[in-house]
């Protein structure tokens, strides 16, 4: 995957170099996983780098905090400036940022309360998530035989480290099985996400996605599929997905800030639809790309832009 490094990053409400970002192996976050993080992509438009619904992400980062009684010293509007001013100094026309907020070096043992809050911001510019031919000709993807965390664990609307464990499981799998990607199931056997995405699919000319009972994290990119699917007159709806309905879907694809909008055309070795980037799927394609790099007007303060 391509990937190219940047010189700054905000800590702590400074710049320092990328190099010098590093912390103690006894921080409670490596230790205990209370990392709270958020991506967010950044793309070039026509008036410079506009970062896509970027107060949505903080706000998911400041609310996954809140459930884990991690106090923030900073509000959403510092965090917003952070971003933008990052993008800046680091000369970057498009790129993906990555807030992050932990308990940091201070205390042993698991009680977190004594340790710091440690909250930076990095950003590199990263190209296609699931490779570069996947936006058009569409991954392979598994069913996991890992389950998504169950309710009453790990909070899924949380963006925590700890749940990732649960991600890597299910994308080592898929990955060693000769898969791009693996979709889990929830604890009762219905669809719930990707190790990183969420999950769509159409059925019948409408478009599906599981509800947030389904132990999923509420992507921005399943938001604004939603959104663009009503601007087009399309019926979308969130529901229970049986695991089945996968595989007799007519187009599936993935939405999430770093996979974007990308088609599956199999899953288990089933061809989906046609095995090829089913019409619908290209059709959101389209609007999400020309929305989010400014060349089609978006809905209220969906692009940050970052010279203004
Ligand atoms: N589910 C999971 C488990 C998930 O990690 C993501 C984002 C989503 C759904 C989609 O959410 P959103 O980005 O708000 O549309 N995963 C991020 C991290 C990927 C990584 O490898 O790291 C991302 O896409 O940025």
């Given at each position: 995957?391509?990937?190219?490094?940047?010189?700054?990053?905000?800590?702590?409400?400074?710049?320092?170099?990328?190099?010098?970002?590093?912390?103690?192996?006894?921080?409670?976050?490596?230790?205990?996983?209370?990392?709270?993080?958020?991506?967010?992509?950044?793309?070039?438009?026509?008036?410079?780098?506009?970062?896509?619904?970027?107060?949505?992400?903080?706000?998911?980062?400041?609310?996954?905090?809140?459930?884990?009684?991690?106090?923030?010293?900073?509000?959403?509007?510092?965090?917003?400036?952070?971003?933008?001013?990052?993008?800046r100094r680091n000369e970057v026309s498009e790129c993906y940022i990555r807030p992050?907020?932990?308990?940091?070096?201070?205390?042993?043992?698991?009680?977190?309360?004594?340790?710091?809050i440690e909250t930076y911001i990095a950003c590199w510019v990263w190209g296609r998530?699931?490779?570069?031919?996947?936006?058009?000709?569409?991954?392979?993807?598994?069913?996991?035989?890992?389950?998504?965390?169950?309710?009453?664990?790990?909070?899924?609307?949380?963006?925590?480290?700890?749940?990732?464990?649960?991600?890597?499981?299910?994308?080592?799998?898929?990955?060693?099985?000769?898969?791009?990607?693996?979709?889990?199931?929830?604890?009762?056997?219905?669809?719930?996400?990707?190790?990183?995405?969420?999950?769509?699919?159409?059925?019948?000319g409408k478009v599906l996605t599981p509800s947030l009972s389904s132990s999923i994290?509420?992507?921005?990119?399943?938001?604004?599929?939603?959104?663009?699917?009503?601007?087009?007159?399309?019926?979308?709806?969130?529901?229970?997905?049986?695991?089945?309905?996968?595989?007799?879907?007519?187009?599936?694809?993935?939405?999430?800030?770093?996979?974007?909008?990308?088609?599956?055309?199999?899953?288990?070795?089933?061809?989906?639809?046609?095995?090829?980037?089913?019409?619908?799927?290209?059709?959101?394609?389209?609007?999400?790309?020309?929305?989010?790099?400014?060349?089609?007007?978006?809905?209220?303060?969906?692009?940050?832009?970052?010279?203004?």
């Open positions: 995957m391509q990937q190219q490094l940047t010189r700054y990053i905000w800590h702590n409400g400074e710049f320092i170099a990328w190099d010098d970002a590093k912390v103690h192996v006894m921080a409670h976050g490596l230790n205990y996983a209370s990392v709270v993080f958020e991506g967010i992509r950044c793309y070039a438009t026509p008036r410079g780098p506009a970062i896509f619904r970027l107060r949505e992400h903080l706000e998911r980062l400041l609310r996954s905090c809140h459930i884990y009684r991690m106090e923030v010293p900073y509000t959403l509007e510092d965090l917003v400036a952070a971003c933008k001013e990052l993008v992050l907020v932990f308990r940091g070096y201070g205390a042993f043992g698991v009680n977190p309360f004594p340790c710091p998530y699931l490779g570069e031919e996947a936006l058009e000709e569409g991954v392979d993807a598994c069913v996991s035989t890992w389950a998504r965390i169950a309710p009453n664990t790990l909070p899924a609307l949380a963006k925590v480290a700890a749940n990732y464990m649960n991600s890597q499981l299910i994308k080592m799998e898929a990955i060693v099985n000769g898969f791009a990607e693996g979709i889990a199931l929830d604890i009762y056997g219905n669809v719930s996400e990707g190790s990183g995405q969420n999950v769509f699919l159409v059925l019948n994290l509420p992507g921005i990119t399943r938001d604004t599929v939603l959104r663009i699917c009503q601007m087009l007159g399309l019926e979308a709806q969130e529901t229970t997905i049986p695991r089945e309905m996968l595989y007799i879907a007519d187009e599936v694809f993935f939405a999430g800030t770093a996979a974007e909008i990308t088609p599956v055309r199999s899953i288990d070795r089933i061809r989906i639809g046609t095995g090829r980037r089913g019409p619908i799927t290209k059709r959101l394609q389209e609007e999400f790309f020309a929305i989010a790099t400014g060349r089609k007007e978006a809905p209220g303060d969906w692009l940050t832009y970052v010279e203004e």
